[in-house]
Each structure stands twice: as structure tokens, then as C-alpha cells.
T-cell receptor, first 112, second 117 residues
Framework: DQQVKQNSPSLSVQEGRISILNCDYT??????FLWYKKYPAEGPTFLIS?????DKNEDGRFTVFLNKSAKHLSLHIVPSQPGDSAVYFC???????????FGKGTKLTVNP | NAGVTQTPKFQVLKTGQSMTLQCAQD?????MSWYRQDPGMGLRLIHY???????DQGEVPNGYNVSRSTTEDFPLRLLSAAPSQTSVYFC????????????????FGPGTRLTVT
């Protein structure tokens, strides 16, 4: 039973345009969400997070939106740069749990 | 700070062999965890530890053992390797415990690519 779903395995965008990566979840007890970026042959690196009490969090070119009623979050990257090409993982925490649940990832390619 | 370090980077094992994947962090983090990443499967939690002497199971613990005798080290032991354990293994650590933190961020090591033949 996959609790965190990233239904798009890949996404391709042009440099300078917006990249939108989506994530859906099924567990209504999740109260904190994170996005990680992963380059080949490296470990994931933390990108941005959002608490369930908020609906938006922004950090530079990266914005995460949370729609609790739809159990959906999205990561917006504006403007996209070739260096953003990586696999992006969505992760979620159930309140009080010491475990994070990850999605399968979306491979973003930003074309020059 | 070296951050989270993992050794070895690559390893090939025969079925039935045992080995230990090493993980160390120098950030005085209390929380450490092990994940495996398989193609199309994302990251799955194997075991985690909220402090020295305390470990617990994650999502896919079978076939693996862990111990946490010091804050810095969190080795992962494969008792009798199987081809199904072919994967990339990531160790991670964080200052806060994910269950308690208002803001949470986890640092990952570079990974160990394991092949079991």
C-alpha cells in the first residue's frame, strides 16, 4: 500500500520555464512533508519542507504548495535551470512517528 | 565536518555471505537511519535509531541487523546475503527526531551500491 505517490516518473521542461512536480498521499495523519533532490551517484539532499498547518512555503526559486483536502502537494521551481535536473523525492511524516515515507521519485530534466 | 560517511562505496557479495555496511556521522546527531533504494521503488526505511543503544525496525527490516553503540556510528549488517538485497543503501542522520521536530531535515550519505550474485 503506497502512502506517498509520485505518479509522474519523469518530467521535461525548458530552461527558464516553470517545473511542477506533484505528490499525492493517502494517510490523513501525515503532518509534515519534505522534498529531496538527488543527483546520480549521490545521496539525496534536503530541498524544502512544509507543515500541515500551512498551505505554502517558499525558498528562493522553490515553492511547495499543500492542499490538505485533496491530499496533494506540489513543488514549483521557477525559473528552472539545467542544474535542477535530478530525481525529486517527496516524503511524509505521520505525527509522532520516527519514520519518513518516501515516494518513488520524479526525474526532472531541464533542457537548455 | 565530513557529514555522513559510508563505506564501502561498492561491494559485490555471493549469496550467503555476510557483511557490514559502515555509516558514521560527525554532527552529533541523535537520529540515524538506513534506507535502500531500488529502481522504481523510491527509498524504503530498513532500520532507525533515536540514540545510542536504541534501534527499531522500519518498513523492510528482514535480513538486516543494526546496533548503535555510539552516537557517531550506525552499522548495517547483512546476515546472509540474498540477490533480493541487491540495492543502493543510504545512511542518513538528523539532529532532531522526526517524530518530535517542528522543522525536520535529514542528511544523507553518498550511498553503498551492493550487488549480490
Amino acid at each position: 500500500d503506497q502512502q506517498v505517490k509520485q505518479n509522474s516518473p519523469s518530467l521535461s521542461v525548458q530552461e527558464g520555464r516553470i517545473s511542477i512536480l506533484n505528490c499525492d498521499y493517502t494517510n490523513s495523519m501525515f503532518d509534515y512533508f519534505l522534498w529531496y533532490k538527488k543527483y546520480p551517484a549521490e545521496g539525496p539532499t534536503f530541498l524544502i519542507s512544509i507543515s500541515s498547518i500551512k498551505d505554502k512555503n517558499e525558498d528562493g526559486r522553490f515553492t511547495v504548495f499543500l492542499n490538505k483536502s485533496a491530499k496533494h502537494l506540489s513543488l514549483h521551481i521557477v525559473p528552472s535551470q539545467p542544474g535542477d535536473s535530478a530525481v525529486y523525492f517527496c516524503a511524509a511524516r505521520q505525527g509522532g512517528s520516527e519514520k519518513l515515507v518516501f515516494g518513488k521519485g520524479t526525474k526532472l530534466t531541464v533542457n537548455p | 565536518n565530513a557529514g555522513v560517511t559510508q563505506t564501502p562505496k561498492f561491494q559485490v557479495l555471493k549469496t550467503g555471505q555476510s557483511m557490514t555496511l559502515q555509516c558514521a556521522q560527525d554532527m552529533n546527531h541523535e537520529y540515524m537511519s538506513w534506507y535502500r533504494q531500488d529502481p522504481g521503488m523510491g527509498l524504503r526505511l530498513i532500520h532507525y535509531s533515536v540514540g545510542a543503544g536504541i534501534t527499531d525496525q522500519g518498513e523492510v527490516p528482514n535480513g538486516y541487523n543494526v546496533s548503535r553503540s555510539t552516537t557517531e556510528d550506525f552499522p548495517l549488517r547483512l546476515l546472509s546475503a540474498a540477490p533480493s538485497q541487491t540495492s543502493v543503501y543510504f545512511c542518513a542522520s538528523s539532529y532532531e527526531r522526526p517524530g518530535l521536530a517542528e522543522f525536520y531535515e535529514q542528511y544523507f550519505g553518498p550511498g553503498t551500491r551492493l550487488t549480490v550474485t
